[in-house]
């Protein structure tokens, strides 16, 4: 029945900790007496709610609009966190796409460093080292004749696709841009 569903309607709205704007569709109620009915009922049950909640009277197409401040984290928020690969967008760099920043953040560490290092060690994800020998291998030549310096790299299937380290070959120290 319609007051069944509003006590389920404020209990779940309680422990899902759903806000914002809520629109409840009950059964067709002909009787104005039981719309009033629902409507005190759901009222009622949303007192005992600690979170803010407005509950207008049902429309005359049966809809009851109820708006609820969440009153802390949303359960999934609580239970689950943000992917460490992607931040949380759902989506992460393709091997292209990193071949291509790691072909810029090359360029400019090998033109700070020219003067005082010469042999370089890139160690990447094996996927991104496939890349670059099958198909950016060109711009790796280009840019050792340019700084007269010498690329090494190494794969290490423990990074993550988006992530490279540039070091010194000879001291292992990090370079950064």
């Known amino acids: 029945t319609n007051?069944?569903?509003?006590?389920?309607?404020?209990?779940?709205?309680?422990?899902?900790?759903i806000g914002g704007l809520i629109i409840a569709d009950?059964?067709?109620?002909?009787?104005?007496?039981?719309?009033?009915?629902?409507?005190?009922l759901t009222k009622e049950r949303l007192k005992r709610d600690k979170a803010r909640t407005?509950?207008?009277?049902i429309s005359q197409l049966g809809l009851m609009e109820l708006t609820r401040q969440r009153a802390q984290e949303s359960?999934?928020?609580?239970?689950?966190?943000?992917?460490?690969?992607?931040?949380?967008?759902?989506?992460v760099k393709t091997t292209m796409s990193t071949s291509v920043e790691l072909h810029r953040t090359l360029n400019t560490v090998m033109r700070r460093y020219q003067?005082?290092?010469?042999?370089?060690?890139?160690?990447?994800?094996?996927?991104?080292l496939k890349r670059l020998k099958e198909e950016d291998e060109e711009l790796l030549v280009e840019l050792e004749r340019r700084y007269a310096g010498r690329l090494m790299f190494r794969a290490d299937p423990t990074l993550?696709?988006?992530?490279?380290?540039i070091t010194d070959a000879n001291t292992?120290?990090?370079?950064k841009p």
């Open 160 to 165: 993550h696709h988006e992530k490279f380290v």
């Open 115 to 128: 003067d005082s290092i010469h042999d370089i060690r890139v160690i990447l994800n094996p996927d991104v």
């Open 3 to 17: 007051l069944e569903a509003a006590d389920e309607i404020a209990r779940q709205l309680r422990l899902r900790n």
């Open 172 to 175: 292992g120290v990090e370079l």
């Open 75 to 91: 359960l999934s928020d609580t239970i689950y966190e943000n992917c460490p690969y992607c931040g949380g967008r759902g989506v």
């Open 26 to 40: 009950f059964i067709d109620m002909k009787s104005r007496r039981d719309q009033q009915a629902v409507y005190n």
């Open 54 to 57: 407005h509950v207008l009277p």
